[in-house]
């Protein structure tokens, strides 16, 4: 573990930080050509995205790339298959099929195709600093800690 995993006073032992996860190799994953547009880090039981399930570390990466979201996905699996990662099912609400997730002891890995921009109709949700920005837009989470281990990712 890195020198950031900090005791906390009202648990025993060490901490998982999102920095200790991005030092992980997997964390530098991305599909070839993608380009980097969103990096957000939680350390452990900060709780993010849905704070009452997701209390693991967790970095977050959102990427444009020209391809297509099957490719994606395929490269993904191929190279966590490769890292010792093995294909779970999805432990959230709101499966989508364009989702695929990844568990190594008690780490998870997920990758998400939400699509193009042009995917999506005017005045629904989409990331408004993509909206004039071409491509298709995937992210990944890395995750760990003992909550995330225990089936809450």
């Given at each position: 573990?890195?020198?950031?995993?900090?005791?906390?006073?009202?648990?025993?032992?060490?901490?998982?930080?999102?920095?200790?996860?991005?030092?992980?190799?997997?964390?530098?994953?991305?599909?070839?050509?993608?380009?980097?547009?969103?990096?957000?880090?939680?350390?452990?039981?900060?709780?993010?995205?849905d704070p009452s399930v997701l209390k693991g570390a967790g970095l977050y990466r959102g990427y444009l790339v020209d391809a297509d979201g099957n490719e994606v996905l395929e490269w993904f699996r191929t190279q966590l298959a490769n890292r010792g990662w093995e294909a779970v099912?999805?432990?959230?609400?709101?499966?989508?099929?364009?989702?695929?997730?990844?568990?190594?002891?008690?780490?998870?890995?997920?990758v998400r195709v939400l699509g193009r921009d042009s995917d999506f109709p005017p005045g629904t949700h989409w990331l408004p600093p993509l909206r004039s920005q071409k491509g298709l837009y995937y992210d990944i989470m890395l995750m760990g800690g003992p909550e995330v281990a225990g089936g809450d990712a």
């Amino acid at each position: 573990m890195s020198d950031s995993v900090q005791p906390m006073d009202d648990e025993e032992g060490p901490r998982l930080s999102w920095r200790d996860l991005a030092t992980r190799e997997e964390s530098e994953l991305a599909f070839p050509g993608s380009r980097l547009v969103e990096e957000k880090g939680y350390d452990e039981g900060e709780g993010w995205f849905d704070p009452s399930v997701l209390k693991g570390a967790g970095l977050y990466r959102g990427y444009l790339v020209d391809a297509d979201g099957n490719e994606v996905l395929e490269w993904f699996r191929t190279q966590l298959a490769n890292r010792g990662w093995e294909a779970v099912a999805r432990p959230l609400r709101n499966r989508r099929d364009d989702d695929a997730f990844y568990a190594r002891g008690p780490e998870r890995f997920a990758v998400r195709v939400l699509g193009r921009d042009s995917d999506f109709p005017p005045g629904t949700h989409w990331l408004p600093p993509l909206r004039s920005q071409k491509g298709l837009y995937y992210d990944i989470m890395l995750m760990g800690g003992p909550e995330v281990a225990g089936g809450d990712a």
